[in-house]
């Protein structure tokens, strides 16, 4: 059976937000997913809904079934939340029947609107978005539209810290974003979701270290989808960006925060983990980077943020306690 399909208009009650004139006529639409947290999910949509472009940007909410009947409750409070959402362009809510999971669920809604508009913007739901969340996406899926290495946008930065003379206002990585993203259909379509080549990879260690530039977890990351310990769509499209020498693009300031890290989540926990301020910008024209390489003051830093090893993972966990992380 096909899941339940909600489609409305938005009202017209968008007279108080933000309008911001940019030189965007087509706008990517947003998937949002959701799944058994209403308080997150609400305070989700709220921060979405002040973004300028909000009143202009088509709205899809894939709302995951419940994995058992202690979840169903949950689940229902956010589909009544979900329902009453307005403040966008068109809202379309897609109820699922069974629990698909996140990865499966991300991938099949992506993949859906990356079919339907050749590009999408992505959000989870416990981030929190800045103002210019959807202004800065657009303007970046329209910039490199046209430039394959290019495959993702994110709107996390890692929590790196700019040299005082970079000067743009987003850089080149190795590693991609999973919290608050975008693509184009001809990228996304070059994922292998099953990692078809992974007995290679995992004897090629020049490969190996290739994919290390953007953290030594990666891999390990990896060889727990392949064992069936981990079921996450953003290591392998992680993996995707390595495979094909492409790069993502995040901002040096974050346009997102995360606020699952509490326990709440399936696949966060909570962790030390800097993520610094928003910006409190509300759409303007950006400076992106003409060159195609990953800066390597950004790399670095991620880099070490990252490690692979036991023992560089308890280092990186000691100096957050020491210093605390924000």
């Given amino acids: 059976m096909s899941p339940l399909e909600i489609t409305r208009s938005a009202t017209d009650d968008v007279a108080s937000q933000m309008r911001v004139s940019v030189p965007l006529v087509n706008l990517a639409p947003i998937a949002l997913f959701v799944y058994n947290r209403p308080e997150h999910t609400q305070r989700t949509l709220e921060r979405l809904r002040e973004n300028a472009l909000s009143c202009r940007s088509d709205l899809y909410i894939f709302s995951d079934g419940p994995k058992n009947d202690g979840a169903a409750p949950a689940v229902q409070k956010v589909r009544k939340l979900i ?55 657009n303007s970046a899926l329209g910039r490199y539209r046209s430039t394959g290495e290019v495959f993702s946008i994110g709107a996390f930065n890692y929590g790196v810290r700019a040299p005082q003379e970079y000067p743009a206002d987003a850089f080149f990585s190795y590693r991609s ?52 310990q981990l079921d996450s769509w953003a290591i392998r499209w992680a993996y995707a960006h390595c495979s094909h020498d492409a790069v993502a693009l995040l901002p040096v300031k974050s346009r997102v925060l995360n606020i699952g890290l509490d326990g709440s989540g399936t696949h966060c926990r909570n962790l030390l983990l800097a993520q610094g301020e928003l910006t409190s910008d509300r759409g303007r024209e950006y400076r992106f980077p003409e060159f195609l390489n990953a800066d390597p003051a950004f790399a670095e830093q ?25």
């Avoid at 362009?89 to 699922?96: M, Q």
């Avoid at 919290?179 to 379509?189: E, I, L, N, Y």
């Avoid at 990252?306 to 924000?326: E, F, I």
Wanted: one cysteine or more; glycine letters at 10%; hydrophobic letters at 40%.
């Fill in 83 to 137: 329902r009453s959402v307005d403040g966008f362009n068109s809202i379309v809510i897609v109820e699922r029947e069974r629990n698909f999971g996140l990865a499966a669920s991300v991938i099949d809604g992506v993949t859906r609107l990356c079919d339907k508009y050749g590009e999408v913007i992505a959000v989870e739901d416990d981030l929190l978005t800045a103002r210019d969340f959807l202004t800065f996406m």
């Fill in 302 to 326: 991620i880099r070490k943020m990252h490690p692979g090893s036991l023992a560089g993972r308890l280092r990186r966990y000691v100096t957050r306690k020491v210093s605390g992380a924000s």
């Fill in 177 to 228: 974003c999973s919290w608050g993203w975008s693509t184009w259909r001809d990228r996304w379509m070059k994922a292998d979701w099953d990692v078809s080549d992974y007995s290679e990879f995992q004897s090629d260690r020049k490969r190996l270290r290739k994919f290390g530039r953007g953290g030594g977890d990666l891999a390990r990351m990896l060889a727990r989808q392949m064992g069936g």
